[in-house]
């Protein structure tokens, strides 16, 4: 079976190499340059999105914000999962603030900005501190701003005015400041006959807004919570896939802060961590396959490695750790790989992560050493 993916990234790579075992074979459309890709060498192996579609028994995606003109190509195909609205949903967060209420799932209290008149309103529905993020567009701590003072209204919306008018339908979703105890994820799978998996929830650390560390974790009351709102708002989309939600934990109780309908960054540690990877398991449900175990095997985390082509040998050497590079150009912020660190208990996990920040530089890997100055103590 031939499995096309839009989009020739870090995530495409990895479902190539998930999928060689099941003896799919992956290509990679990708939207910019238009070029059928081969997902792990980056090599050109065909031109034209027609020619993608007419070589693919089924086509998925590996990120939300593609053309909606190739989306609804993709989708008159009868061969894209895990669907066009579901792709609009995690693109545009006015449509997924409104699949969130059809759910009936709990989100942060918002308002949608068109103007300077609408943030006035914002201001008065959702109150003061405020985060306002672009409803297009905007992703990894980019495309949002803060409201802690009404005197900082008028500049902010100067910048927010700016966002507005450099594109087409674009809008700023006010959202009321959740004061949250930390923030978890869910990723699991729906597949075609409408079975759920989901894999334990990860707790997630971010810098600079971009996800740092990721760690599975038990808490058998917060991951009924979740697998409950996962699956309302599988269910409402009639979804096939991989599905993850971002939540906010306020005092043990869940708010979902976002969706994304696709693999996830903080998934990754399924390859090490799971018994099936996210990434096999996107592919078992588009290809209409069983959904793989979602069980955890070992104690993980994940670290994403951002802005650096190189690592230690010490991290090499030590048992359980695993380097996931993405085969990327170096750039200052980049998501260039991963780390998955295993242990085979808690405890044992956390030792190894103490251990990596004395061979991980300081700077590149904040989370890491906040980790283990937070453990020392």
């Given amino acids: 079976m031939h499995v096309l993916v839009l989009g020739a990234g870090q995530l495409a790579r990895m479902m190539s190499l998930a999928g060689a075992p099941?003896?799919?074979?992956?290509?990679?459309?990708?939207?910019?340059?238009?070029?059928?890709?081969?997902?792990?060498?980056?090599?050109?192996?065909?031109?034209?999105?027609?020619?993608?579609?007419?070589?693919?028994?089924?086509?998925?995606?590996?990120?939300?914000h593609i053309p909606h003109d190739i989306l609804e190509v993709c989708e008159?195909?009868?061969k894209f999962l895990p669907s066009t609205e579901a792709i609009k949903a995690g693109g545009d967060r006015r449509i997924e603030k409104a699949l969130l209420d059809d759910a009936?799932?709990?989100?942060?209290?918002?308002?949608?900005?068109?103007?300077?008149?609408?943030?006035?309103?914002?201001?008065?529905?959702?109150?003061?501190?405020m985060v306002l993020k672009s409803a297009l567009g905007g992703y990894d701590g980019k495309g949002q701003w803060r409201l802690k003072d009404a005197n900082q209204a008028d500049a902010i919306w100067a910048e927010m005015a700016e966002c507005i008018a450099a594109s087409d339908n674009q809008a700023i979703v006010a959202e009321e400041f959740v004061p949250f105890n930390r923030e978890v994820s869910l990723v699991g799978a729906r597949g075609k006959d409408g079975s759920v998996a989901v894999y334990p929830l990860a707790e997630n650390v971010h810098t600079n807004g971009v996800l740092t560390l990721s760690t599975a974790i038990a808490d058998t009351e917060l991951q009924e919570q979740a697998?409950?709102?996962?699956?309302?708002?599988?269910?409402?989309?009639?979804?096939?896939?991989?599905?993850?939600?971002?939540?906010?934990?306020?005092?043990?109780?869940?708010?979902?802060?976002?969706?994304?309908?696709?693999?996830?960054?903080?998934?990754?540690?399924?390859q090490q961590g799971a018994e099936t990877c996210q990434f096999e398991n996107h592919l078992r449900a588009v290809c209409g396959l069983p959904l793989g175990s979602t069980k955890l095997i070992r104690s993980t985390s994940m670290i994403n490695i951002l802005g650096e082509d190189t690592l230690p040998q010490e991290v090499l050497k030590m048992d359980g750790c695993h380097i996931h590079w993405y085969g990327k150009e170096k750039r200052a912020g980049r998501k260039m790989g991963h780390i998955n660190v295993c242990g085979d208990y808690n405890g044992e996990l956390q030792r190894k992560l103490c251990a990596l920040a004395e061979s991980l530089d300081k700077e590149a890997f904040p989370a890491v050493h906040e980790f283990a100055a937070n453990f020392s103590e």
């Fill in 22 to 64: 099941l003896n799919l074979e992956i290509s990679a459309y990708d939207v910019g340059s238009k070029d059928i890709v081969h997902p792990l060498t980056q090599a050109v192996i065909g031109h034209g999105l027609e020619n993608a579609i007419a070589q693919a028994d089924v086509i998925t995606a590996e990120f939300e």
């Fill in 227 to 270: 697998k409950a709102m996962f699956t309302a708002v599988a269910n409402k989309l009639d979804y096939v896939g991989v599905l993850a939600l971002e939540f906010f934990d306020v005092d043990g109780t869940l708010l979902v802060n976002e969706i994304a309908p696709r693999v996830h960054n903080s998934g990754h540690w399924t």
């Fill in 76 to 78: 008159q195909s009868g």
């Fill in 104 to 129: 009936d799932v709990r989100n942060a209290k918002y308002y949608v900005i068109h103007s300077r008149e609408d943030f006035d309103h914002a201001i008065n529905h959702v109150g003061i501190p």
